[in-house]
T-cell receptor
Framework: GAGVSQSPSNKVTEKGKDVELRCDPI?????LYWYRQRLGQGLEFLIY????????KSGLPSDRFSAERTGESVSTLTIQRTQQEDSAVYLC???????????FGDGTRLSIL | QQQVKQSPQSLIVQKGGISIINCAYE??????FPWYQQFPGKGPALLIA?????SEKKEGRFTISFNKSAKQFSLHIMDSQPGDSATYFC??????????FGTGTKLQVIP
């Protein structure tokens, strides 16, 4: 596709379960970003990938959160032992390189019961 | 620490009117100031952006005004239309990587 693709679009899970969220960036984009958007709030930066490495993980809120990127393409954000406060929309963005504007996907809406 | 403050939280404007959203930042290292438009269920889309070496940038009905000394910038939407109804986020970053977003303004343009 032409844009950033995220899956699933919605995820409902029970507290304590692990979840994996997937991001397919725009083809050829070397930079990839994850953000969290809580209801009615702005976006919080989580992590930035340049290629397959993550030079900035400063936004990950706890060690329950991790992310990886393989093949300079797909990225997965994993949340272990989910808590209710993890409920949010998780947005992925990509850019051609670190010096270009970011293009966002439509996000994964995560609900923790 | 909230580094980008945005106001108002919500805004109702008559069709044809001017919508104005204001933002203030704290980090003087920021050198890129984008505005994003977000419709319900969609990701933010880049609308317009400015660098601090200019005081104003206009693209169609959208204008950013930038006041470096006051560390403030604003978005003006001229001739507002119902299709402009969305949530608008200001943002700031040093370079393009770690973007700090404001809390958003929900704009409603009524016919």
């Amino acid at each position: 596709g032409a844009g950033v693709s995220q899956s699933p679009s919605n995820k409902v899970t029970e507290k304590g379960k692990d979840v994996e969220l997937r991001c397919d960036p725009i083809s050829g984009h070397t930079a990839l970003y994850w953000y969290r958007q809580r209801l009615g709030q702005g976006l919080e930066f989580l992590i930035y990938f340049q290629g397959n490495s993550a030079p900035d993980k400063s936004g990950l809120p706890s060690d329950r959160f991790s992310a990886e990127r393989t093949g300079e393409s797909v990225s997965t954000l994993t949340i272990q032992r989910t808590q209710q406060e993890d409920s949010a929309v998780y947005l992925c963005a990509s850019s051609l390189n670190r010096n270009q504007p970011q293009h966002f996907g439509d996000g994964t809406r995560l609900s923790i019961l | 620490q909230q580094q980008v403050k945005q106001s108002p939280q919500s805004l109702i404007v008559q069709k044809g009117g001017i919508s104005i959203i204001n933002c203030a930042y704290e980090n003087t290292a920021f050198d890129y100031f984008p505005w994003y438009q977000q419709f319900p269920g969609k990701g933010p889309a880049l609308l317009i952006a400015i660098r601090p070496d200019v005081s104003e940038k206009k693209e169609g009905r959208f204008t950013i005004s930038f006041n470096k000394s006051a560390k403030q910038f604003s978005l003006h939407i001229m001739d507002s239309q119902p299709g402009d109804s969305a949530t608008y986020f200001c943002a700031a970053s040093r370079g393009y990587q770690k973007v700090t977003f404001g809390t958003g303004t929900k704009l409603q343009v009524i016919p």
